[in-house]
């Protein structure tokens, strides 16, 4: 059971429609301001609140292994998490739960272990699943290229949104030449002296892509899917780490075109 407060998902709190609507948006701790003031700026005259739930606690949880028939104990204990879903992203990533803060979680997750957010990452960079504005940063990353159409995050029958029309032709046109994949390196990665976008090189010395994310000898970087199987190496301040790449799983088995 990790906690982390990165991410965007959507939650309606409510079933009664004589109810007060209640959303609750998630997301990266870094852009909470800016987030903000963006929906403050579109609410116009609408009597809508949108502040910080600072009372609340959002956790992840992930199965083990040995987890047996989790989903049942999650659901018998459901009256006790104010939010307890699957994570709508895939299911290697288990179930969102949201609790007041200072909830007993070994009470709604009997057996449970608390991991800590390094958990968490090195559980996501396995799976290939980015998350918050280091792994897509804004107005860089592509919705396609981060494999966000594969997670739930985009829609091809609502209305405008911005990029909407370069998104869906490239989706009808089947040609994605780059996507954000799960990176093993051959060594543990330097803490914190890693360039912002640094360059992954074929064996050759030409551009394979450009790392986004990682820790220790995990990490995600969006990649020529051309140059997935060659020899790769990212090159840190002149220093060159070994590197491979792999298709996750959980991809549609069409995916890796």
């Not at 994570?87 to 949201?98: A, K, N, Q, S």
């Not at 396995?126 to 107005?139: A, H, R, S, V, Y």
């Not at 360039?195 to 994310?213: D, M, N, Q, V, Y």
Request: proline share 7%.
């Amino acid at each position: 059971c990790f906690s982390d407060l990165v991410g965007v998902t959507f939650y309606r709190l409510h079933e009664n429609p004589e109810e007060e609507p209640h959303i609750l948006l998630e997301c990266d701790s870094g852009v909470l301001d800016a987030i903000q003031k963006h929906l403050k700026l579109y609410k116009i005259r609408r009597k809508v609140n949108i502040a910080p739930c600072l009372d609340l606690s959002l956790w992840a949880v992930i199965p083990g292994e040995q987890a047996g028939d989790i989903t049942s104990s999650l659901t018998k204990r459901a009256d006790q998490a104010l939010i307890l879903t699957p994570d709508p992203r895939t299911e290697v990533m288990g179930w969102r739960l949201i609790t007041k803060k200072g909830a007993d979680l070994s009470e709604i997750i009997p057996g449970s272990h608390i991991g800590n957010t390094q958990d968490y990452h090195r559980h996501r960079y396995k799976q290939g699943i980015p998350e918050g504005i280091k792994d897509l940063p804004p107005g860089v990353a592509l919705p396609l290229e981060s494999n966000l159409a594969y997670m739930n995050g985009i829609s091809f029958t609502k209305g405008c949104y911005i990029g909407q029309e370069l998104t869906a032709r490239t989706h009808h046109m089947g040609v994605i030449r780059k996507r954000l994949l799960p990176v093993h390196f051959s060594a543990p990665l330097p803490k914190d002296s890693i360039p912002e976008g640094a360059e992954i090189l074929t064996e050759s010395g030409k551009s394979a892509g450009k790392f986004r994310a990682g820790g220790d000898e995990l990490g995600i970087a969006l990649l020529r899917l051309a140059n997935i199987n060659e020899p790769l190496c990212l090159n840190i301040g002149g220093d060159k780490v070994k590197l491979t790449a792999s298709i996750p799983q959980w991809w549609p088995k069409t995916a890796s075109k």
